[in-house]
């Protein structure tokens, strides 16, 4: 089985998150629907229908999660050495050569993205563009406006 990457940060959170699944989101469902059953006829209680649809989704994300925890290769982006190159976990300052905007990203697992706090997933285009690139490269990006030129100004692992 193929192994995913994901930062400690990563790891961490998604582990943060089976805790509140197994230790609160769990319980609450399953006394949920105790109460449900409690008020008898189940062919028309929508409250235990709506309790067990939830019950599927918290199993569903827990089994989920656990698979990705037992595959992940979990990096701890200070302890690389890339020798300046952009790998998994850098830190890239980046600057859009037409507009000369600056902007940061972090190259991350899938899990973590979110382009709002510049963590950028490993498979999207950019970061595809930017792996194995160096600080005074550019990477040039195919975007839904066209082909976009970055210039790679800082590169660090934190």
Known sequence: MATIPITKRGAEKLKQEL????TVDR????NA?????????LSENAEYDAAKDRQGFIEGRIQEIESKL??????????????????????VELEEETSGDVVTYQIVGEDEADLKLGLINISSPIARALIGKEEGDIAKVEAPGGVKGYEIVKVSYL
């Open 19 to 22: 805790h509140t699944l197994k």
């Open 27 to 30: 319980p609450w469902v399953i």
């Open 70 to 91: 037992s595959i992940a290769q979990i990096i701890d982006p200070s302890a690389v050495d890339a020798g300046g190159r952009v790998v998994f976990g850098a830190t």
């Open 33 to 41: 629907i105790a109460e449900a059953r409690a008020q008898g006829d």
